[in-house]
């Protein structure tokens, strides 16, 4: 198996549960609050690693009253931390998270991660390039992906970018990216392309997979659009399921898998992700996986 490095956020969540949500200037009663561990790079590097990933997880927390409480967390989850970045005086991400009907919405507070910048990726360069398969995503600075996804292509490492929040990015720098994994909102602004998306797909052979929610993901694989079906499943709560495909997705290239099988390992594991609250709460264990694809 080859090893992987997850670049990315890290936060607290807040998660607020209700039946009603609050207009401006409104105020309803809610349901249920809890906390949980979040950030789409800690979401990500935790679904991999239960999968049975070799994980690092490189970026950024506050050196606050979190920073035990996931310093720990990361080390239950048998996720390599040795280059995580503490940062002084600023509070370490916070995700607070809304509740209703199975749906979510979201507002992200960067905190540390805005240090998740060129000069740490400079500082740790050499232990990055140790790595095989990178996972990225953007809810750290774009300038960060900018500099550090040529030097990946240039050493010829997979790289696979969980384009959330959608920003658009230079063709250029699409053509690095060994995987592009928006979903159906996401793909068009990333791509700078507002045609179909079929369209879209035939100008990325393998690797545009854009992620469909129930259902399914779809892309091109060189001579027709494939489409890989989502596993059926009654969903509790959506807030991980993209980070728990990313996750998954990127320990089965690790492990050498072909593409479909590799995109289908992501959707089984999402399958079982929505099952449970909080974003990482519900993300699966490599037996988890197992169980479903002995039951069909």
Do not use: W
Request: proline letters at 3%.
């Amino acid at each position: 198996m080859k090893k992987i490095a997850v670049v990315g956020s890290i936060n607290i969540d807040y998660f607020v549960e209700s039946k009603t949500l609050p207009n401006f200037g409104e105020t309803v009663i809610g349901d249920h609050f809890f906390m949980s561990f979040g950030g789409k790079g800690a979401n990500q590097a935790v679904a991999a690693a239960r999968l049975g990933g070799e994980v690092t997880l490189f970026g950024s927390i506050g050196n606050d009253g979190q920073k035990d409480v996931l310093l720990s967390h990361f080390k239950n989850e048998k996720i390599n931390i040795e280059h995580m970045n503490l940062v002084e005086n600023i509070s370490t991400g916070a995700a607070v998270i809304e509740l209703h009907n199975c749906e979510n919405r979201i507002i992200v507070v960067p905190g540390a991660n805005q240090y998740t910048n060129v000069k740490y990726i400079e500082q740790n360069l050499d232990a990055l390039l140790q790595h095989d398969v990178f996972l990225l995503q953007m809810e750290i600075p774009i300038e960060t992906l900018e500099f550090l996804i040529p030097i990946l292509h240039e050493n010829k490492k997979t790289i696979i970018l969980d384009p959330a929040p959608a920003q658009k990015l230079s063709r250029d720098l699409l053509k690095k990216i060994t995987y592009l994994t928006p979903n159906e909102h996401e793909y068009a602004i990333v791509t700078d392309d507002d045609r179909a998306m079929n369209d879209v797909l035939l100008d990325y052979a393998n690797q545009l997979l854009i992620t469909c929610g129930e259902k399914g993901v779809v892309y091109f694989d060189g001579k027709e659009i494939v489409k890989i079906p989502a596993r059926k499943t009654d969903a509790v709560d959506t807030t991980g399921a993209g980070d728990t495909f990313s996750g998954a997705f990127t320990v089965a290239v690790s492990e050498g898998k072909p593409l479909e099988e590799c995109i289908r390992y992501g959707t089984y594991a999402a399958s079982l992700a929505v099952t449970k609250k909080g974003a990482q709460s519900g993300m699966p264990y490599k037996q988890d996986i197992l169980d479903i694809e002995i039951k069909g």
